[in-house]
């Protein structure tokens, strides 16, 4: 009688395993990209600024009118995010008029100042230094940081409009200075772009000065036959 011989039972072989450490053996070892420091920010040493109480106030910083480092930081971090050039923490007049613009953008009209008219309106307040444009009370052109004249050439108050418009345009008084998108609405005083710096300096000959982006949008949203109301009196800079 022949013994029968004892085999040992099959044990199932799990293909995903057995490929997963046939790749953990054979795979090459890829080393992790070195991860790159990010530069510390420079310091920020920016001294008091004219405007440091206002800017600490909109900032919700402790407000002393004194300059901190946590200041600095904090007025450098609000001009880098609205591109006020410099970006130094300086607490400028350029910082201090753009926290005007970001406050009165959907509202600049909150007095009732500018008359409601159902035809498009030209709104520019000196005492703010802001225009706007409106019809029949709703904002189509939202505020925006404008220079107007300075003192002994302010700009006109009351009633205007726009009666000439050259969107190439120069000064034949000031040195052929250049006046891009200028609209005239007062004689020789208009609005227009201006290159460089729009708040250096105490003020324009009159016109009424915006950035350029600026000047070119109010001129593809204005007419020839707009009216324009200006008031208030440009505060001493």
Not at 156 to 181: F, K, Q, V
Request: with cysteine.
């Amino acid at each position: 009688m022949t013994t029968p011989v004892r085999r040992r039972p099959r044990v199932p072989i799990r293909v995903g395993l057995l490929a997963a450490l046939v790749l953990a053996v054979t795979a090459p070892t890829v080393s992790a990209a070195p991860v790159r420091a990010t530069a510390p920010a420079p310091a920020c040493t920016a001294d008091t600024g004219p405007y440091q109480w206002e800017l600490e106030q909109y900032l919700r910083l402790p407000a002393d009118g004194r300059q901190s480092e946590a200041d600095c930081v904090a007025i450098r971090a609000f001009q880098e995010r609205n591109a006020i050039v410099p970006a130094d923490g300086y607490a400028s007049l350029a910082t201090y008029r753009t926290t005007l613009v970001i406050e009165e953008r959907r509202t600049p009209n909150k007095s009732g100042t500018c008359p409601r008219r159902e035809e498009r309106l030209v709104c520019v307040d000196l005492a703010r230094q802001l225009l706007w444009v409106q019809r029949a009370g709703k904002v189509v052109y939202p505020a925006v940081a404008v220079r107007t004249g300075r003192w002994g050439q302010q700009t006109r108050n009351g009633w205007h409009e726009i009666t000439e418009r050259r969107i190439d345009d120069h000064s034949e008084l000031y040195d052929n200075a250049p006046m891009p998108y200028a609209q005239y609405f007062s004689g020789g005083q208009a609005f227009h772009g201006v290159y460089g710096d729009l708040f250096n300096g105490g003020g324009s000959a009159g016109c009424i000065n915006l950035r350029l982006p600026d000047a070119e949008l109010l001129w593809n949203t204005t007419a020839l036959g707009d009216p324009v109301f200006i008031w208030g009196r440009k505060p001493a800079t």
